[in-house]
């Protein structure tokens, strides 16, 4: 049995191309078509230079964008007193040590839902008032966590049934 061989030819084995690229038109399309792949390689690499920092400007603008108005929207805002209730039942060195001990009760492993309610006790909305100001805004526990103000503590560290008790002592107030 005969096996056959295949052989394969390199170059043009058109002669009619060979022709072509041969003559003096078929070098000015060669050199026609280089000039077109050069000047598309230089047009993407304009384009590249274009658009690579205008993507990294966009992206720093972005972020401060973005962290200008998340620093905007998580700032404490104070609240303001209620002139129509009777005046503040705590001095400001009272309220801020008050709202010092109840950072101290919960901050940690366990919140003292006792000690929450002795410094709660007694206050009038005014007086609540001072508190809340006087506590602003304190690192959570949590290292990735947001500021938190003291209606925000107190939800995120008490049970319901917890804050109905602190609802009860001091009413109608957060």
Avoid: C
Avoid at 28 to 42: P, V
Avoid at 58 to 85: C, D, E, H, Q
Avoid at 155 to 163: A, G, K, P, T, Y
């Amino acid at each position: 049995m005969k096996t056959k061989r295949t052989t394969t030819k390199k170059g043009l084995g058109n002669p009619a191309a060979m022709a072509a690229i041969s003559s003096e038109a078929g070098q000015k399309a060669i050199a026609s078509a280089n000039a077109r792949a050069d000047a598309a390689a230089q047009s993407a690499g304009k384009i590249a230079e274009d658009v690579i920092p205008f993507i990294i400007k966009s992206v720093l603008i972005g972020g401060a964008i973005w962290y200008g108005v998340r620093l905007y929207t998580k700032r404490f805002v104070k609240m303001g007193t209620n002139p129509n209730y009777p005046a503040a039942n705590v001095s400001d060195g009272q309220a801020a040590a008050r709202a010092s001990a109840m950072y101290e009760a919960m901050y940690g492993f366990g919140a003292n839902a006792e000690l929450v309610g002795e410094q709660l006790a007694g206050l009038n909305y005014n007086g609540w008032v001072k508190v809340y100001n006087s506590f602003g805004n304190k690192k959570g526990a949590n290292i990735l966590g947001d500021d938190m103000n003291l209606v925000e503590w107190l939800n995120d560290q008490f049970s319901e049934d917890q804050l109905q008790e602190l609802r009860f002592v001091l009413s109608g107030v957060f």
